[in-house]
Nanobody, 115 residues
């Protein structure tokens, strides 16, 4: 069974930083692209960043130059370094992958950016 467990969220002031982590189990991690999504109340989940098994990255325009996605294929972890956070980054952040054609999600971690 595939499990994704996020951590690292919290309350931070505008301009601050957070690093999200996602521990992955139950899959051959290095073969799977990994993604970070976020969701605010009443809205659909938005793809924030993705990384392929060999490290090719992509980002939504609003986080380019502020967020960095990375992965550790030895320890089966994916990270999202978030710098220069803004109030509109406030959301629940979810780790995601696709396994056997199905979306797999973690439970999410809350990020709140507020003074």
């Amino acid at each position: 069974q595939v499990h994704l467990v996020e951590s690292g969220g919290g309350l931070v002031q505008p301009g601050g930083s957070l690093r999200l982590s996602c521990v992955v189990s139950g899959i051959n991690f290095r073969l799977h692209p990994m993604n970070w999504y976020r969701q605010t109340p009443g809205n659909q989940r938005e793809l924030v960043a993705g990384i392929t098994g060999d490290g090719i990255k992509n980002y939504v325009e609003s986080v380019k130059d502020r967020f960095t996605i990375s992965r550790d294929n030895v320890w089966a972890r994916v990270y999202l370094q978030m710098d220069n956070l803004r109030p509109d980054d406030t959301a629940v952040y979810y780790c995601n992958t696709i396994y056997r054609g199905n979306q797999v999600w973690g439970r999410g971690t809350q990020v709140t950016v507020s003074s």
